[in-house]
């Protein structure tokens, strides 16, 4: 059974950078693409960036591209999310998802962590 785990949010000032983690056990992780998605309350879940299982394919919402970086780290299981320029909008529940398809594949992302949450102050 895969389980996915988030780490690494926490309480940030705008302006300011975090840098959330997310490993994934149970199956081997380079069989999985990975992606991160957030959620902030009273809005649907948004799909932020997915990255390959080889790691060299990337996926970003416009909406974010250029200011978060999705990377992973294969020998270490671990899926990276950097969150540089932050504002108050990006307030939300991040959230870490495998995928067994192509890192394109949104409905395949299937095996969710619980989430961590990102508070970005004003």
């Known amino acids: 059974q895969v389980q996915v785990q988030e780490s690494g949010g926490g309480l940030v000032q705008a302006g300011g950078s975090l840098t959330l983690s997310c490993t994934l056990s149970?199956?081997?992780?380079?069989?999985?693409?990975m992606g991160w998605f957030r959620q902030a309350p009273g809005k649907e879940r948004e799909f932020l960036a997915s990255i390959s299982q080889g790691a060299k394919l990337t996926l970003y919402n416009d909406s974010v591209k250029g200011r978060f970086i999705i990377s992973r780290d294969n020998a270490k299981d671990t899926v990276f999310l950097q969150l540089n320029s932050l504002k108050p909008e990006d307030t939300a529940v991040y959230y870490c998802?495998?995928?067994?398809?192509?890192?394109?594949?949104?409905?395949?992302?299937?095996?969710w962590g619980q989430g961590t949450q990102v508070i970005v102050s004003s």
């Open positions: 998802a495998a995928n067994r398809d192509a890192y394109t594949s949104m409905a395949s992302f299937r095996s």
């Open positions: 149970g199956r081997s992780f380079t069989r999985f693409a």
